[in-house]
């Protein structure tokens, strides 16, 4: 089966919105194994989304569209597929009722204007939606069966997640599609594939086998297995990704982190639930990022007990009791200041880690001896105090660029400690 997309909206044409329904919608696909053929974009025109369903009808089984079915002008998904199907705009009074009764619980009034989410096409049927107030659409035209799915990702997820992947799980398929991914980090691109390069020619006529660079988090391995078993398929990821995870292992001490689309945020929660462990953060060039990613995780509060941002050398003086001397001596950006920012934030917070940055984002702040780029992590345990210094790229990036890695820096190094602490306790 051959599936296709058409995304609708002005705002993705125009670059203010990035699409990111496509790309979750293919990658289930993929799962089970259909194959996208064609991503179309439209904005929200009648005739552009009509013509859009008219070509895809023609060239694929199955045809998922995503945005304007909301209840403003410019949502215009009903109406072309009323067109496209030669029919006229009918209130569904089930839908109706969906919609009234969302509001309801939701303890506010309706608005008129909703009303037009529930004119549906005749010859079409709507799809029940319990995470928002636009119903979706269903109908079929020549080969194609189509889906009207929400713009809003979460609705769309749950909608495609609810009404299109069952249906996609009782056709048979010709394959089945299998990814895996490893995420390190750390690791240059070119040093991890010289150091695996043998088990990538190992399985080169068995998988794909993609190295995914990413500026600010690191480097993904993806495994992509297409044969005609769920059980081969599993098979052969598995023999491939414990052959990687053994070789970097030999080479880069726990630089996989996670798998699939696990965060190291999240990889190192599980390890402060597993250890008991507790942290406070101090940051000034990383403006409370790393707080931010700490506390993505639900249960976050039971191990992250404080942060602060501490941008200017007063505040590192004031909240966390830096020595002026260290400031005027070494400057913000050093390593003792970034000690005795990690040092005195565990102390203050009462845990028993503490962790710290300071550096220079740019492109304003540089000076002869410290260059934009130029940064430091403080890590303090009830042992030791220490500090990495991260020096700058060969090749500016910009500010955001900067922090994001950094931070994706300063919490490995937290989690390399804890895994370590975590093997102790298992002994």
Sequence with gaps: MTAEIVVIGDEILLGLIIDTNSAFISRRLAELGTKVNRITKVGDNIDS?????????????????????????????????AKFLGAELKLNESAFQEIQSMYKKAGRVMSETNRVQAMIPEGAAYLSNS???????????DRASFFCLQGVPSEMQWMAETHVFPVVQKIKQGKVLKFRTLRTVGIPE???????????QLFHDKLDIAFL?????????????????????AELIADAEGRFVSCIGQFFSNAVYGYDDETLEQSLAQLFFDTGQTIATAES???????HRLTNVSGSSSFFLQGVTTYSNDSKMKLLNVPEKLLTDHGAVSEEVAKSMAENIRKMAGTNLGLSTTGIAGPTGATEHKPVGLAYIGFSTDEKTSAIKLT????????LVFKERLSQMALDVVRKHLVNLKELLNK
């Design 49 to 81: 989304i009509a013509q859009a369903f008219e070509k895809a009808a023609k060239e694929a089984d199955m045809v998922i569209c995503c945005g304007g079915l909301g209840p403003t002008h410019d949502d215009k998904t009903r109406d072309a597929a």
């Design 190 to 200: 070119s040093a991890l594939y010289e150091k695996t390069k043998e088990i990538v």
């Design 131 to 141: 995470r928002g107030t636009a119903p979706g659409l269903s109908f079929k035209k």
């Design 285 to 291: 060039c990383t403006g409370g990022l790393i707080a």
């Design 213 to 233: 660079p990413q500026m600010t988090r690191g480097v993904d391995i993806r495994l992509t297995c297409s044969v005609q078993s769920a059980e081969k398929a």
């Design 392 to 399: 700058p790229l060969p090749y500016a990036v910009d500010r």
